[in-house]
């Protein structure tokens, strides 16, 4: 029982003396904090990565999303070995300011060479139509999954 008790006492000792009253902003520092951060310049990186999310113009394949299947499926080339393979290759990459692609990698694959031919064929599409926000040309990280159950050879 002593135990309970002293352990009781040592709780709302701590909870008496956590909590301290000189840090607590008062309404004038919070004002004061707000003109600062309307007088500083935000400075935007011309080199900073935008997610393809919240963009207010998506970057898009010529044609369409429909195009951009018809370009995988006439230069995806399928395994000799496994012909009939099914699946998605899940792939980001980055669409740059003129609309090429950098930076490609593949997250998951079906195996039997299908990450270095997908990495292949996303090198050999044609530049994209670049994101923008704010007016501007943007570098955007883009996930696009490559579908080879729909591939014929």
Not at 67 to 93: E, H, R, S, V
Request: one cysteine or more; a positive charge.
């Amino acid at each position: 029982m002593k135990k309970f008790l002293i352990l009781i006492l040592i709780c709302c000792v701590q909870n008496v003396f956590s909590q301290n009253k000189g840090n607590q902003k008062t309404k004038d520092d919070l004002k004061g904090n707000l003109d600062n951060y309307q007088k500083e310049e935000v400075i935007a990186d011309e080199n900073q990565l935008y997610n393809a999310a919240g963009l207010e113009v998506v970057p898009s394949f010529p044609g369409g999303y429909e195009a951009f299947q018809k370009f995988l499926t006439t230069n995806f080339i399928l395994p000799q070995d496994k012909p009939n393979l099914k699946g998605k290759i899940y792939t980001t990459f980055i669409i740059e300011k003129d609309g090429s692609l950098s930076n490609i990698n593949v997250l998951r694959d079906l195996g039997f060479g299908t990450k270095e031919e997908a990495i292949r064929v996303l090198k050999s599409s044609s530049n994209w139509n670049p994101g923008k926000q704010n007016g501007k040309l943007v570098r955007v990280l883009f996930s696009a999954p490559i579908l080879v159950n729909n591939f014929v050879n």
